[in-house]
């Protein structure tokens, strides 16, 4: 039986607001495979996504602004934003994304600023940085967390609470000698949340020799730390640069 015309644009339009408020938050059946059938993690923040709660400021892989960025900020990651930002404002609890053991809490050596903590998940081969937290994590090395546990509360690298308040998320192995693309292995609407926040504008910086290659959040590579640069184009898409915009997604 047919819809009406009426009812027909009544549910294109509720289709429209159900991806732009972000309610959808699980990967869409024919989405592409993480390290296994289901992404095993889940998301750092809890509710839905919006301008009073948190956004996606910055993906991980070849953005706009890590190119721009690539030998200032990201040479020792190949030129690649080597984590995901999520914006928030200062004091959102951050959760675990699954069950782990704390490595370290306020490591120096992980970096992320003012404070971090590092949760090892030895049945993924993996270990999670929360960076850019508001205060120290109360966690001691050993200690277990479950996934969905408050694990942390969102600061700004800066200590001001209005500069760029955002959370840096890293998947590394367990080694830390190379990052795994956060969009495999968190279980997430990646294309919803892409269109609410300053991510929605450019996403990836493309090569115009080979426009197609690195355009999707599940395309991009892993990091190996120390290795050659991987975005070192002849000629790039947009190309203007704009320190700005590194500063606007919490680089």
């Known amino acids: ?30 989405a592409a495979a993480g390290p296994e059938s ?14 009073s709660t948190w956004l996606m400021g910055q993906m991980y892989g070849n953005t706009t602004s890590a190119h721009r960025q690539a030998l200032r900020w990201y040479a020792a ?6 984590g995901i930002d999520v914006l928030a404002p200062c004091g959102t609890p951050v ?32 270990t ?7 205060e120290r994590p109360d966690f001691a090395p050993g200690d277990r967390v479950s996934r969905g546990a408050i694990v942390g509360l969102s600061g700004d690298p800066d200590e001001t609470c209005v500069s760029r308040p955002h959370l840096h998320l890293e998947i ?16 997430a609407d990646w294309d919803a949340l892409m269109l609410l926040g300053p991510f929605s504008d450019v996403h990836f910086a493309r090569d115009r020799s080979d426009p197609l290659r690195w355009v999707r959040p599940e395309d ?15 000629e790039v898409w947009p190309a203007e640069s704009a320190d700005a915009v590194c500063v606007a997604v919490g680089c």
């Open 1 to 30: 039986m047919l819809c009406s015309a009426d009812g027909l644009r009544r549910r294109l339009l509720a289709a429209a607001l159900a991806v732009m408020l972000g309610v959808a938050l699980r990967s869409p059946a024919g």
């Open 38 to 51: 289901t992404p095993p993690f889940g998301l750092p923040f809890g509710g839905e996504p919006g301008p």
């Open 77 to 82: 990651g190949q030129g690649l934003h080597f």
């Open 95 to 126: 959760l675990s994304i699954g069950d782990g053991d704390v490595v370290q809490a306020d490591w120096t050596a992980r970096g992320s600023g003012p404070h971090n903590l590092v949760v090892r998940h030895p049945e993924h081969a993996v």
């Open 128 to 134: 999670v940085l929360y960076g850019h937290l508001l």
């Open 172 to 187: 590394r192995s367990l080694d830390y000698r190379t990052a795994h693309n956060p969009a495999a292995w968190i279980d």
């Open 220 to 234: 991009q590579p892993d990091v190996r730390f120390g290795g050659a640069l991987l975005n070192d184009y002849p």
